[in-house]
Nanobody
Framework: QVQLVESGGGLVQTGDSLRLSCAAS????????MGWFRQAPGKERNFVAA????????SYADSVKGRFTISRDNAKNTVFLQMNSLNPEDTAVYSC?????????????????WGQGTQVTVSS
């Protein structure tokens, strides 16, 4: 089992950047593919980005491609989401998730463990 804690959210303006972090504890972090999802008020949870166990493979939602970068530091048990050129449509609660089966999936159901989330609000 793995426990996940996100940090780094906040209130920013259009065009600003933020870096989210997700710290993991418990079983070996490097055994998990990791993903970031987001959920805006009144909307369903949507895939943002995913990264494989080694960090060699990544995937992104079309809406964030070219603006967001997912990375991980297995020595520090942490996955990051660098978010640039933020706009109000990026406002949501961002959650990280861990997948112990190597799917590097884009569906929430591909992930076994979830953090509580961190709020990102982008003002216009």
């Amino acid at each position: 089992q793995v426990q996940l804690v996100e940090s780094g959210g906040g209130l920013v303006q259009t065009g600003d950047s933020l870096r989210l972090s997700c710290a993991a504890s418990g079983r070996s972090f490097s055994s998990y593919d990791m993903g970031w999802f987001r959920q805006a008020p009144g909307k369903e949870r949507n895939f943002v980005a995913a990264i494989s166990m080694s960090g060699g493979r990544t995937s992104y939602a079309d809406s964030v491609k070219g603006r967001f970068t997912i990375s991980r530091d297995n020595a520090k048990n942490t996955v990051f989401l660098q978010m640039n050129s933020l706009n109000p449509e990026d406002t949501a609660v961002y959650s990280c998730a861990a997948d112990g089966f190597g799917r590097t999936g884009v569906r929430a159901s591909d992930y076994d463990y979830w953090g509580q989330g961190t709020q990102v609000t982008v003002s216009s």
